[in-house]
């Protein structure tokens, strides 16, 4: 037998595929073998609940550990290191709490928010950058550490409640649901939560729409004088929140 199929062997065993350990482990050392088991699924379980901490405060041990657990046997580690597994904990969350989104949104948050805090630096663009920048021509590129998310509930302020050991408001959805937005000043993850318009334009920066194109986009949906105006408003904005890291003009 080779060690690609012990290891093979080992790691069906470890997430419970129908994989017998006999050939490779005797009798005398089964009982090491189980005690392995079960550590792997505490340490997996362990790393879950210090990423999650607000969305483990709001459902409690019991319920988070059935969703560790759940979310465990569905998706095994595929990164060399822990500090990603908790990718795609929130679709997890989702499924087995349709009825709640606010606690798919909450895992979004912590998720991102540990994500920013780990993620690269990059400097904000400089003023005398922007002296020179034809506008209508401008591409933005955002802060690597930037995330958004659609936000149908109120799970900000929930998070922001729990973060401050106040009792959290009652879950509820949104009016018109808006977004979440994630980044990092200095070395401090942060967020804030995104009304509509502002959503929308992020959305169309990401997508590659140069600032002329969104200033026309919010012109359509605002109108004129409303539009032009959050546009502006919005770019000062990104760049006091130093997103805003480098700038192109359409063609290069």
């Known amino acids: 037998m080779s060690l690609a199929a012990m290891q093979r062997d080992?790691?069906?065993?470890?997430?419970?595929?129908?994989?017998?350990?006999?050939q490779w482990v005797d009798s005398a050392e089964q009982a090491g073998l189980a005690v392995?088991?079960?550590?792997?699924?505490?340490?997996?379980?362990?790393?879950l609940r210090d990423t999650f901490e607000k969305t483990l405060l709001w459902l409690?041990?019991?319920?988070?550990?059935d969703a560790a657990r759940a979310h465990i046997e569905a998706t095994p580690p595929h990164g060399w290191t822990l500090g990603v597994y908790g990718d795609g904990f929130s679709n997890t969350l989702s499924q087995i709490y349709p009825?709640?989104?606010?606690?798919?949104?909450?895992?979004?948050?912590?998720?991102?928010?540990?994500?920013a805090f780990e993620g690269p630096d990059?400097?904000?663009?400089s003023p005398e950058e922007l002296a020179a920048v034809d506008w209508d021509s401008a591409r933005l590129m955002f802060a690597p550490t930037m995330q958004i998310a659609v936000a149908r509930t109120n799970a900000g302020a929930i998070w922001s409640a729990l973060a401050a050991?106040?009792?959290?408001?009652?879950?509820?959805?949104?009016?018109?649901?808006?977004?979440?937005?994630v980044g990092r000043q200095d070395f401090t993850p942060c967020f804030r939560t995104v009304e509509p318009t502002e959503a929308f334009a992020l959305?169309?920066?990401?997508?590659?729409?140069?600032?002329?194109?969104?200033?026309?986009?919010?012109?359509?949906?605002c109108g004129e004088q409303v539009g032009v105006?959050?546009?502006?408003?919005?770019?000062s904005q990104w760049i006091g929140d130093g997103l805003i890291v480098a700038i192109t003009l359409d063609g290069e």
């Open 165 to 181: 050991l106040d009792d959290p408001p009652m879950a509820a959805l949104l009016p018109e649901p808006g977004a979440m937005l």
């Open 99 to 115: 009825d709640d989104p606010e606690v798919a949104e909450l895992a979004w948050l912590d998720w991102a928010l540990s994500r």
């Open 60 to 65: 409690g041990e019991d319920a988070f550990t």
């Open 203 to 221: 959305a169309q920066i990401i997508a590659g729409a140069t600032f002329g194109a969104l200033c026309l986009a919010l012109v359509e949906q």
């Open 229 to 235: 105006g959050e546009a502006g408003a919005l770019l």
């Open 122 to 125: 990059a400097a904000p663009v």
């Open 36 to 47: 392995y088991h079960n550590a792997y699924r505490v340490q997996l379980v362990d790393c």
């Open 10 to 22: 080992f790691r069906g065993w470890l997430i419970d595929a129908p994989v017998s350990m006999e």
